[in-house]
């Protein structure tokens, strides 16, 4: 059985046209006649828009959200300020972008996952102040547009096969960017974010089927994440190898075996980061040592809050932080148990665990990584969230190919198939089709 989509009304879409059309004819008279570069402006403004909501390909959808949701605000203009908190360009095509994926996206669908998100938005926006309702809404902005593109794109879709190019886009931003104390830093943020972005990249070179391309992402991923030293990077990288690997023979994890990556490989890798990364990182122990000392402060931290809901979006007392040499524990989970408290972290991690149940065998290796990742940062706005938007858009997308379409002889949907019948981009478990180009096709 097909599944159905929305579609927009024929006379709904003419309207729009005819409305761009008018518009951007006015609005161009008006510039001959006064030459302003603003009316110009405001007619791309009416004529791209419409456009973009109702013709914008899949493709491009795709590689709008990621870049968007990997690279720093401060790449971004400013356009205004709510609550004292800045809204950039980034996020306003960001919301474009979300929109555009409702506005065609599949009606009727249900899933767990899309119900645990807008719980936690809905927590951490009602647990906050109106600037800290802003801020938070900044930071999980990537989740809302992950769920928005997973509804839009056709069940199945590999998405990773397009948002890795702009992950290997961000780490070639180096050079624009000035490095951090010999480390680098681009488009993403510092070196933390370019690691992670790094790792992905890696993970997804390692399940990639065609050697070219294999060789490209790991290159650029392992050069990437060498000249951003990230530590919690190359732990992330090997958690999502794990992932990858046929960890034992029974249980789920032996269901995500990925042929291509041998065990040996990260027995390997782990011993190559574990002699290596101290003589990049010269500065290691002192490293841990800051991190060992933001987390310690918790317990003091968590006392001054509310237990089961915590203090507020960042509203928790930051004298509670004197201890440390930076403001902030430097850890999304410990941040969000102090400011949304039990409920808040509650919700979080039935998030992660519903999105890597979702998933499939590749996202959850990028799950894994950014997972890992997240004790290394902040709660606020960065490609980690990003990351995590992208991987509940590829969630949603495989948890719909499963919920459509007759079962094939595994007991895995087999969606109708595009006339190339064209193979994945990488390897699956023996048996297991993952997306709408290669369903019922066997690896080989």
């Known amino acids: 059985m097909t599944a159905h989509r929305w579609t927009v009304p024929g006379g709904l879409r003419n309207l729009c046209l005819a409305v761009a059309i008018s518009g951007s004819a006015a609005l161009l008279s008006a510039m001959v006649a006064r030459e302003q570069t603003e009316v110009l402006g405001w007619a791309a403004l009416l004529v791209g828009v419409p456009l973009f909501v109702f013709a914008a390909p899949a493709r491009l959808i795709v590689w709008v959200m990621a870049f968007c949701v990997l690279s720093v605000t401060a790449v971004w203009p400013t ?63 990537p989740l809302i547009a992950g769920v928005a593109v997973g509804l839009y794109l056709r069940p199945g879709t590999d998405l990773w096969r397009d ?65 951003s030293r990230g530590i919690a990077a190359t732990v992330a990288l090997i958690a999502g190898l794990v992932m990858l690997t046929r960890v034992s023979r029974s249980g789920w994890l032996a269901r995500m075996r990925l042929r291509r990556v041998h065990p040996l490989v990260i027995v390997l890798f782990g011993i190559l980061a574990v002699t290596f990364v101290p003589v990049i990182r010269p500065d290691l122990s002192t490293t841990v040592d800051i991190h060992a000392a933001q987390a310690g402060v918790f317990g003091q931290l968590f006392a001054r809050t509310d237990p089961l809901v915590g203090s507020g979006w960042a509203t928790v007392d930051r004298s509670a932080f004197a201890l440390t040499p930076y403001e902030g524990l430097h850890d999304v989970y410990l941040d969000i148990a102090a400011y949304l408290g039990i409920v808040g972290i509650a919700l979080f991690a ?73 193979r994945p981009s990488h390897d699956l478990p023996e048996g297991l089709a993952r997306t709408s180009e290669n369903a019922g096709v066997r690896p080989g």
């Open 79 to 141: 356009l205004t300020s709510v609550g004292g908190v800045d809204v950039n360009a980034g996020d306003a095509l960001l919301l474009l972008t979300a929109v555009a994926a409702l506005v065609r996206a599949k009606a009727g669908t249900r899933h767990v996952l899309i119900a645990v998100i807008a719980l936690f938005v809905v927590f951490g926006v009602a647990r906050s102040e109106f600037s800290g309702a802003v801020a938070f809404l900044r930071v999980v902005e």
């Open 163 to 227: 948002a890795r190019w702009i992950c290997v886009l961000m780490i070639a931003t180096v050079p624009l960017v000035s490095d951090f104390d010999g480390r680098w830093a681009g488009f993403p943020g510092g070196p933390n974010e370019i690691g992670l972005v790094s790792a992905v990249v890696t993970v997804l070179g390692a399940a990639e089927r065609n050697r070219a391309v294999k060789l490209l992402l790991i290159g650029a991923g392992l050069t990437g994440l060498v000249g």
């Open 350 to 422: 039935l998030l992660l665990w519903l999105a890597m149940r979702a998933a499939d065998p590749l996202t959850r290796a990028v799950l894994a990584g950014v997972a890992v990742w997240f004790n290394t940062t902040g709660a606020f706005p960065g490609p980690g969230w990003g990351i995590l938007g992208l991987v509940i858009a590829a969630a949603l997308c495989h948890a719909r190919l499963h919920a459509a379409g007759p079962a094939g002889p595994a007991g895995v949907p087999v969606p109708e198939l595009p006339h190339d019948r064209a």
